[in-house]
């Protein structure tokens, strides 16, 4: 079983930045893909960024050169338990609830496991 746990919601005005939080338990099989979506009200939700064990990452176009994931810096480099998502420049239509997945499986599209999300606002 797989516990996702996120942090770091909360309140930014527009242009400024957050840092949102994510870590996956597990006492099984080994982490190698966790990923963070949102949905605004009236909307799918949608991919964000995602990063694998290995370190190889993806983005939604819309916040490429805005928002970085990396793993924690305490991480063994071929592990993968607690991610950070960096966004930079935030603007009103990033406002969404942002949940985070993660996944024994290599792909950085889907996921097994499921945080309950967080609420992220920019407004002035």
């Known amino acids: 079983q797989v516990t996702v746990e996120e942090s770091g919601g909360g309140l930014v005005q527009p242009g400024g930045s957050l840092d949102v939080s994510c870590t996956a338990t597990t006492n099984r099989f080994a982490i190698n893909a966790m990923g963070w979506f949102r949905q605004a009200p009236g909307n799918q939700r949608d991919l964000v960024a995602a990063i694998s064990a290995g370190g190889r990452t993806k983005y939604a176009d819309s916040v490429k050169g805005r928002f970085t994931i990396s793993k924690a810096s305490a991480e063994n480099p071929m592990s993968l338990n607690t991610v950070v998502l960096r966004m930079d420049n935030l603007q009103p239509e990033n406002t969404a609830v942002y949940s985070c997945?993660?996944?024994?499986?290599?792909?950085?599209?889907?996921?097994?496991?499921w945080g309950q999300g967080i609420q992220v606002t920019v407004s002035p």
């Open positions: 997945g993660a996944s024994y499986n290599y792909n950085l599209d889907a996921y097994q496991f």
